[in-house]
């Protein structure tokens, strides 16, 4: 039993998805393993998706990490660009997302800009700003890039 507790301390911990913010990747109501060690193991990445604590209102979210430290954002019609570049995205429905812009913004040192797949009903570093990776409580196993 104590065993179980650790690994559940320190390693993996279940979690329910809450919103539709993920979608299609991840529906509400679906169990997600969060590999608690993830961040300080192997590093965040862009494409990984995450669990933080909102810094709004505290509660558990779970979102895509679409740049790091040093590397600059925006969205164009829709489109996001990392660096200027368009990156693949074929989990975003495109389709359902009507002439959406976000400026461009430089994500400082140490910290991650997050969004949701399902952008246009999603609240992430659009509105809330950019993350610590000391923030980060893990990363969703088997959410895919």
Excluded: C
């Amino acid at each position: 039993m104590a065993s179980l507790l650790a690994v559940r301390i320190w390693v993996m911990e279940p979690a329910v998805v809450d919103s539709d913010s993920m979608e299609p990747t991840l529906h509400p109501g679906s169990l997600v393993f969060v590999f608690k060690a993830a961040p300080q193991l192997s590093g965040i990445h862009p494409g990984d998706v995450v669990v933080f604590q909102s810094p709004e209102d505290n509660s558990t979210m779970i979102k895509r990490v679409v740049a790091v430290g040093d590397q600059t954002v925006e969205v164009r019609d829709a489109v996001l660009y990392v660096d200027g570049i368009a990156p693949d995205e074929p989990f975003v429905d495109h389709e359902t997302i009507d002439g959406t812009h976000f400026s461009l913004r430089h994500v400082p040192p140490g910290e991650v800009f997050v969004m949701g797949d399902n952008r246009e009903r999603s609240i992430d570093s659009r509105d809330f700003g950019t993350l610590p990776l000391s923030s980060l409580q893990g990363l969703v196993l088997g959410a895919g890039k």
